[in-house]
């Protein structure tokens, strides 16, 4: 993880923001045609994925950036990962109304894809849409048409800018249905949990980019606050796996599962109820978050330190307690724990690991101490297990 200074949120490329501040001058200045001049520029930032539709590049931080969706399909993986497994048909069924709240919405097809998976049901449905870039939404007009619900998000995106006064000319010739009721929320999302008013939500869509590099919207903080406004049947999906993430999860007091995977990619489900958490995580996974520095997770107690603080901190707070009070997650040791070290045929790796346990004080990968922490009923939700792991291993090293 790099530990740049920059405590800004991530977003798309300079040039990317330029141009759109370039289109924002001209039809403010009253150049109608301002969009058409620009569309073949813009277009050159957009980056075509396998199922025809768009994604976007960030902007570089470090020494890589990264795609805001999957390049094997953009509004395919908004559909796998977030629309299907929210659950919502289900919600649906028993209210008149499907409140949704999308963090980090991009160029809005997190929230295309959920109203196409609703629209065979008679149902009102209304989104909060939370996207922290202006030049972010505003690229979203460039993106060329892919149904007829991304032209609802357009409608919306373009509505705002021209009554935030970043263009004048309605050019989106789309009327969003009376049952859907789409808001744009310009600003930091946890400048808007902090701030918001109440109301309940039946999913959450979290989908910024990655833990390394948008950690404040992944901590223990970030999901305690989140908590407050989800109903008893709701469900946060995120697309990352990560160990921190899940970690923070489970700190805030939510239950956790895997969530569907895309190509090799999976994500994380999150609920207070164990009942809507279908598929549990591994025990391997379980091992990793529970047992090692790598499940430390990221903390932010006011919602308001900046990206270097926040990995630093969980940084300095990994260091102090690998290979004192935590197993080191080097060559991904937690795995490893209670297997016989003869199934390991790779003998530098099990050198290594043999290794690091015995800095520890044990003798070996199944020392019959490393076998009593991972004594444990593994029927049980992947919370308590996780929890119960915790607390033997800190048991045993007191």
């Given at each position: 993880m790099d530990n740049d200074t920059i405590d800004t949120r991530l977003e798309i490329s300079e040039s990317n923001k330029q141009l759109i501040q370039e289109v924002f001058e001209l039809e403010l200045a009253g150049h109608k045609d301002a969009r058409d001049l620009y569309t073949e520029e813009l277009a050159g930032f957009l980056i075509k994925t396998d199922d025809g539709s768009y994604t976007l590049s960030s902007a570089i931080r470090g020494s890589?950036?990264?795609?805001?969706?999957?390049?094997?399909?953009?509004?395919?993986?908004?559909?796998?990962?977030?629309?299907?497994?929210?659950?919502?048909?289900?919600?649906?069924?028993?209210?008149?109304?499907?409140?949704?709240?999308?963090?980090?919405?991009?160029?809005?097809?997190?929230?295309?894809?959920?109203?196409?998976?609703?629209?065979?049901?008679?149902?009102?449905?209304?989104?909060?849409?939370?996207?922290?870039?202006?030049?972010?939404?505003?690229?979203?007009?460039?993106?060329?048409?892919?149904?007829?619900?991304?032209?609802?998000?357009?409608?919306?995106?373009?509505?705002?800018?021209?009554?935030?006064?970043?263009?004048?000319?309605?050019?989106?010739?789309?009327?969003?249905?009376?049952?859907i009721t789409l808001n744009l929320h310009v600003c930091d999302a946890r400048e808007f949990i902090k701030n918001h008013a109440n109301k309940e939500y039946d999913a959450v869509f979290l989908d910024p980019f990655s833990p390394s590099k948008s950690p404040e919207l992944f901590t223990v903080d970030f999901f305690n606050k989140l908590k407050e406004f989800i109903t008893p049947h709701a469900l946060i999906l995120t697309y990352t796996a990560?160990?921190?993430?899940?970690?923070?999860?489970?700190?805030?007091?939510?239950?956790?599962?895997?969530?569907?995977?895309?190509?090799?990619?999976?994500?994380?489900?999150?609920?207070?109820?164990?009942?809507?958490?279908?598929?549990?995580?591994?025990?391997?996974?379980?091992?990793?978050?529970?047992?090692?520095?790598?499940?430390?997770?990221?903390?932010?107690?006011?919602?308001?330190?900046?990206?270097?603080?926040?990995?630093?901190?969980?940084?300095?707070?990994?260091?102090?307690?690998?290979?004192?009070?935590?197993?080191?997650?080097?060559?991904?040791?937690?795995?490893?724990?209670?297997?016989?070290?003869?199934e390991i045929e790779d003998v530098n790796l099990r050198e290594k690991l043999t290794g690091y346990v015995q800095q520890m004080g044990f003798e070996?990968?199944?020392?019959p101490r490393i076998m009593e922490v991972l004594d444990i009923d593994q029927t049980k939700p992947s919370r308590d297990q996780i929890i119960q792991l915790e607390g033997n291993l800190r048991k045993l090293l007191e």
């Amino acid at each position: 993880m790099d530990n740049d200074t920059i405590d800004t949120r991530l977003e798309i490329s300079e040039s990317n923001k330029q141009l759109i501040q370039e289109v924002f001058e001209l039809e403010l200045a009253g150049h109608k045609d301002a969009r058409d001049l620009y569309t073949e520029e813009l277009a050159g930032f957009l980056i075509k994925t396998d199922d025809g539709s768009y994604t976007l590049s960030s902007a570089i931080r470090g020494s890589e950036s990264e795609t805001l969706h999957s390049t094997f399909g953009a509004r395919t993986e908004a559909f796998n990962k977030f629309a299907i497994p929210s659950k919502l048909k289900e919600t649906a069924q028993t209210t008149s109304i499907i409140r949704v709240l999308d963090l980090c919405s991009g160029i809005g097809y997190n929230c295309s894809a959920i109203l196409d998976y609703l629209n065979d049901i008679d149902i009102k449905i209304e989104i909060d849409m939370v996207e922290s870039s202006i030049e972010t939404l505003a690229t979203t007009l460039f993106v060329p048409d892919i149904c007829k619900s991304h032209e609802y998000v357009k409608k919306t995106i373009e509505t705002y800018l021209i009554e935030h006064e970043y263009l004048q000319y309605n050019k989106v010739i789309s009327d969003i249905p009376s049952n859907i009721t789409l808001n744009l929320h310009v600003c930091d999302a946890r400048e808007f949990i902090k701030n918001h008013a109440n109301k309940e939500y039946d999913a959450v869509f979290l989908d910024p980019f990655s833990p390394s590099k948008s950690p404040e919207l992944f901590t223990v903080d970030f999901f305690n606050k989140l908590k407050e406004f989800i109903t008893p049947h709701a469900l946060i999906l995120t697309y990352t796996a990560a160990s921190p993430v899940r970690s923070a999860m489970v700190n805030a007091g939510l239950e956790v599962g895997e969530g569907p995977r895309f190509h090799r990619s999976g994500g994380t489900v999150a609920s207070r109820s164990t009942q809507l958490i279908d598929k549990p995580l591994s025990f391997s996974d379980e091992k990793l978050i529970a047992l090692s520095d790598v499940g430390v997770p990221f903390m932010d107690h006011d919602l308001e330190d900046d990206f270097t603080t926040i990995v630093e901190r969980r940084q300095s707070l990994r260091d102090k307690v690998r290979g004192v009070v935590k197993f080191p997650s080097s060559s991904k040791l937690p795995r490893y724990l209670g297997l016989d070290p003869e199934e390991i045929e790779d003998v530098n790796l099990r050198e290594k690991l043999t290794g690091y346990v015995q800095q520890m004080g044990f003798e070996s990968l199944v020392d019959p101490r490393i076998m009593e922490v991972l004594d444990i009923d593994q029927t049980k939700p992947s919370r308590d297990q996780i929890i119960q792991l915790e607390g033997n291993l800190r048991k045993l090293l007191e």
